[in-house]
């Protein structure tokens, strides 16, 4: 049997963004288009309503992504300006302190002390960075890949039940509408689950379930409001 030594930790920061993008807009749109029906508007508004939420929520995505993997962005870089500082002041402390470091993990101190010697030789700043503070080249911050990702698959994921409303009779937007965005989000949260090598099933069940209840809630509300109208 063939070794597989392929991994999947380096997908977490685009991924993660990818499918809450996705799965925010199958939820939201679809949410806002049954709510809005629910409350007897016309064809027409709630189609006007679901493009408005489908731009708003786009915009949103993206720019509340990049600011948040920014300020973790941020705070990375300060992390590795510190680290910086603290080699120029006191090598021998540093080199002490990854000593420690390896010895916790399970090596004899005359061992750790050589593999951090070593390592500090080679590039000290990025041994303190990846032992110490847990920093890798490969999965650290990118907000604007992140935006990107979030906000074009929002895009995407908005496509369907918006679609589907413009597809479907006026008398058949929310049956057409719910279960378009079920399909969606089923196989949202199974791709996301194969990518992430998970359980394919509970993956397309946790989206569903979230998506019924969001979607639930917004029709009752557009129930409740559109009978007090």
Known sequence: MAHDNHHYSHRTGWLRAAVLGA????????????????????????????????????????????????????????????????????????????????????????????????????????????????????IHARPVQAALASGGMFTMGAAMPLAAAIAASATQIIPVVAITSLISLASLGALAAYLGRASLITGAARVVFWGVLAMGVTALTGMLFGSVA
């Open 23 to 138: 799965n925010d807009g199958i939820v939201s749109t679809a949410s806002l288009i049954i709510g809005v029906a629910s409350a007897h508007t016309s064809a027409d508004e709630i189609i006007l309503a679901g493009v408005a939420g489908v731009v708003a929520g786009a915009m949103s995505m993206a720019a509340g992504e990049y600011v948040s993997v920014s300020s973790q962005s941020d705070t990375e870089k300060a992390d590795v300006a510190l680290e910086q500082f603290h080699l120029d002041q006191d090598i021998d402390f540093e080199l002490q302190e990854l000593t420690d470091i390896y010895i916790k993990r399970g090596l004899q101190p005359e061992l750790a002390a050589q593999v951090a010697h070593e390592l500090m030789a080679h590039d000290a700043l990025g041994a303190h960075l990846r032992d110490e503070l847990g920093l890798h080249e490969r």
